[in-house]
């Protein structure tokens, strides 16, 4: 498929306890692609620059799917972890891909090497849930089930510890594309939020800015939206809610009777729509200006754990 053609391209992305990972049509909310995903239920999903690809991490491995064919196997299995991976992401240009998981680790996997072995592991004391990658592309936040924020240097090999709540586990880490405030949920349902500051050949700083019980339940994940100007926080309690970053004070509550667990969400590259995933087996399309329900994508069997989605023009392929 030509560049031209990938620029275009709005990809949906639903992946859950049913084993299968479904490609959307945005705006019929038809299924036009279903792969199968039989080793394990799907925790995380996350597209690589180009859109070439998706990788979805599971039980002891990580699956990449081809988005520009119709089959329904993966294309490249990146093996020999011992536990559940819950966290996957790409460097901006796609050259490598960084993963977290309940074997208390990060790891960096070069996407040029034709081995599929892991280059650098991160070796943390608890099960990792989270991992968030900065937009300078050299430091890996890594959030771990006994409350803390590891900062890995990825340039360095330095790491430091932040640790919000004691004994709570960290959820979701977000940071924001400016690289100027980050955000984490737990799971007492608090949202913790820092400001970032860094300069040449140092360690990004943290400045804590505001601490919001954004849930009386567990939280299950946080998103800072592409203008920086909005936060979501999903949780066990069936809502996403949404804080505006200036006074983090509440915008919207958005609920469905039937969605209960709200297990991930995702910005529209303008801001002004959200997709959330839920454990009813629907994703869903709001309107953030209204707060209404403008799509549902109904298809899956089982709770939607994970989704991606992307409506920003794609990167060049990188050289492999």
């Given at each position: 498929?030509?560049?031209?053609?990938?620029?275009?391209?709005?990809?949906?992305?639903?992946?859950?306890?049913?084993?299968?990972?479904?490609?959307?049509?945005?705006?019929?909310?038809?299924?036009?692609?279903?792969?199968?995903?039989?080793?394990?239920?799907?925790?995380?999903?996350?597209?690589?620059?180009?859109?070439?690809?998706?990788?979805?991490?599971?039980?002891?491995?990580?699956?990449?799917?081809?988005?520009?064919?119709n089959?329904?196997?993966?294309?490249?299995?990146?093996?020999?972890?011992?536990?559940?991976?819950?966290?996957?992401?790409?460097?901006?240009?796609?050259?490598?891909?960084?993963?977290?998981?309940?074997?208390?680790?990060?790891?960096?996997?070069?996407?040029?090497?034709?081995?599929?072995?892991?280059?650098?592991?991160?070796?943390?004391?608890?099960?990792?849930?989270?991992?968030?990658?900065?937009?300078?592309?050299?430091?890996?936040?890594?959030?771990?089930?006994?409350?803390?924020?590891?900062?890995?240097?990825?340039?360095?090999?330095?790491?430091?510890?932040?640790?919000?709540?004691?004994?709570?586990?960290i959820?979701?880490?977000?940071?924001?594309?400016?690289?100027?405030?980050?955000?984490?949920?737990?799971?007492?349902?608090?949202?913790?939020?820092?400001?970032?500051?860094?300069?040449?050949?140092?360690?990004?700083?943290?400045?804590?800015?505001?601490?919001?019980?954004?849930?009386?339940?567990?939280?299950?994940?946080?998103?800072?939206?592409?203008?920086?100007?909005?936060?979501?926080?999903?949780?066990?309690?069936?809502?996403?809610?949404?804080?505006?970053t200036?006074?983090?004070?509440?915008?919207?509550?958005?609920?469905?009777?039937?969605?209960?667990w709200?297990?991930?969400a995702?910005?529209?590259?303008?801001?002004?729509?959200?997709?959330?995933a839920?454990?009813?087996?629907?994703?869903?399309?709001?309107?953030?200006?209204?707060?209404?329900?403008?799509?549902e994508?109904?298809?899956?069997?089982?709770p939607?754990?994970?989704?991606?989605?992307?409506?920003?023009?794609?990167?060049?392929?990188?050289?492999?």
């Amino acid at each position: 498929m030509t560049n031209s053609n990938n620029c275009e391209q709005v990809i949906l992305a639903t992946g859950g306890y049913d084993h299968t990972i479904k490609l959307w049509q945005l705006n019929s909310g038809v299924c036009r692609h279903t792969a199968q995903h039989t080793d394990s239920q799907v925790n995380a999903l996350a597209i690589t620059p180009d859109k070439q690809l998706i990788a979805a991490a599971g039980h002891q491995h990580i699956r990449m799917y081809d988005l520009m064919s119709n089959s329904t196997s993966p294309v490249v299995n990146y093996e020999g972890i011992s536990k559940n991976v819950t966290g996957v992401g790409f460097h901006e240009e796609g050259k490598w891909m960084f993963t977290g998981g309940e074997d208390c680790s990060a790891r960096i996997w070069d996407l040029r090497s034709r081995n599929l072995q892991c280059q650098r592991i991160f070796q943390v004391n608890a099960p990792v849930n989270c991992v968030c990658l900065h937009p300078n592309q050299s430091e890996l936040f890594v959030g771990d089930q006994s409350g803390i924020i590891h900062l890995w240097d990825l340039k360095t090999d330095h790491n430091e510890q932040l640790i919000p709540e004691a004994e709570a586990s960290i959820q979701s880490v977000s940071i924001d594309p400016e690289g100027k405030l980050m955000a984490a949920v737990n799971n007492k349902g608090n949202c913790y939020i820092w400001a970032l500051t860094s300069s040449d050949e140092v360690t990004t700083k943290l400045r804590p800015r505001h601490r919001i019980q954004a849930h009386r339940r567990y939280a299950l994940a946080c998103s800072l939206s592409p203008d920086s100007k909005l936060l979501v926080t999903c949780s066990a309690d069936q809502t996403a809610r949404l804080w505006e970053t200036e006074n983090f004070t509440l915008v919207q509550e958005l609920k469905h009777d039937s969605q209960r667990w709200v297990w991930d969400a995702a910005f529209s590259a303008d801001s002004k729509y959200l997709i959330t995933a839920s454990s009813d087996g629907i994703a869903r399309l709001w309107n953030l200006e209204t707060g209404a329900i403008e799509r549902e994508y109904s298809g899956h069997q089982k709770p939607i754990t994970a989704l991606a989605y992307s409506d920003t023009p794609s990167l060049p392929s990188p050289n492999l």
